[in-house]
């Protein structure tokens, strides 16, 4: 069973946008109350930074489509195999994986049906399915729509939404019956399901989101956030003990913007 690191915000901070770092930090504590037993299948792996930092050992399987996020993971060395294909095409014989994970992930994908029916196909019998997607508050939860609608300008809260969800590229983002109700669709069982991250996290989350696209920048032309990770190490070390109060109130809460799911096979066919 693979277990979970300490100081996760800290790691992540030293590495990615604090952001990223936080929603990351979040859902490692989450991890922490569920078993990872492999062989682990890591669906949307990206570059690799969350299996890099949050667990101890390798992962067994990153799936990723994008080839530069594949090279970027290779190069982290942090899963035992990598494949760029897409989620509902994944070269592994049924019932393979004793445990899938998918970070932040599933909403980003227009169709979701297939992804979801070979996450079932590739699940074992006794697996978990654990997963973190965006609330239907998620997008309410930003600065943009919280100004707008103080103001009672409620069609502009909505554009700005829309505005939000299309940036973000999410195109799913359900209530949590509403997740409850695509993986029933899909064939899985509910073991566990809530939401969290609250409204004064996913605020903090939006103001700090614009510091990061210089790091998106930079990424995009050298596979990592930050240039000088042993320089931005020794800066954040303050930054961490700030934001760690934040983390240490993100477990589960109601009306949170967040939603992590831990499914099993209910044994009905997809």
Known sequence: MLAIRKDILYRYLCHAPMALALERAAESEIYRRFA?????????????????????????????????????????????????TTGDQIPKPDGHYRTIISNSVLEH????????????RLLHATGRFYFTVPSQYFDRYSWGHTLLAALGCQRAAAHYRGFHNTFWRHYHYYSLEGWIDVVRRGGFKVLDAFTFNPRTNCLLNDALAPLGFPGTIIKRRTGRWVLCPPLRAKLMKAVANMLQTRIDRSGPCPRGGLVFMALGKSGGKV
Request: with cysteine; glycine share 10%; hydrophobic share 40%.
């Open 109 to 120: 994908i227009p169709e979701l049906e297939p992804v979801l029916r070979e996450v079932h």
């Open 36 to 84: 990872i037993v492999p062989p682990v299948l890591d669906l949307g792996c990206g570059e690799g930074l969350f299996a890099e930092i949050v667990f101890t050992g390798d992962l067994d399987t990153g799936v990723e489509p994008d080839a530069d996020e594949i090279r970027n993971a290779r190069q982290r060395g942090n899963y035992r195999e990598l494949i760029q």
